[in-house]
């Protein structure tokens, strides 16, 4: 269980990863010293699973998001067939999901062009691959790997 300085550590973290170690002590009341030691007990305990950069995407020209709903005619999840869609570098997310009996993909692309394309010769070529039907955003109000942490 994580104690109410280590879950505002947390917090500080998810809002800005980059945020020096003497600023997160200062913002909790704590030396430096011991934010850091918290920190790497989080980071051995599992509960920071990394660090990454969040790149722009129109600077990239990945404007378009698109979530293919892919059925395959395997019943179940299995590895290879979620494992063959991860390896499409255009994908974001890959989700088992109920309801569908298969997968969500999210994609990130620079246009519908770009999305037909990995789709016919990238998703559909997966032999397990029946279908897709694919959703594309118009708008994104929200967008973030932050998880809510309570404390």
């Keep these: 269980m994580l104690d109410e300085i280590s879950l505002k550590i947390l917090n500080i973290l998810q809002e800005k990863a980059r945020i020096p170690n003497v ?18 007990k989080l980071e051995r305990q ?14 990239f020209d990945r ?3 698109a979530f293919v709903e892919v059925q395959t005619r395997l019943v179940g999840d299995h590895p290879q067939i979620g494992q063959a869609l991860t390896n499409i570098p255009e ?13 969500l993909v999210k994609l990130r692309v620079a246009d519908t062009v770009e999305l037909g394309a990995i789709i ?8 397990e691959v029946v279908s897709t039907r694919t959703t594309t955003v118009l708008h994104t ?11």
Excluded: W
């Design 23 to 40: 600023e997160v002590a200062r913002r909790v009341e704590m030396a430096p010293s011991a934010v850091l030691e918290r920190i790497r």
């Design 46 to 59: 599992g509960f920071i699973d990394g660090y990454e950069v969040r790149l722009n995407p129109e600077r």
């Design 63 to 65: 404007r378009q998001i």
């Design 91 to 103: 994908v974001q997310e890959v989700h088992y999901v109920a309801g569908l009996d298969g997968y």
């Design 120 to 127: 016919r010769e990238k998703i559909a070529v997966i032999t």
């Design 141 to 151: 109000y929200k967008e973030t790997a932050r998880i809510p942490i309570r404390g």
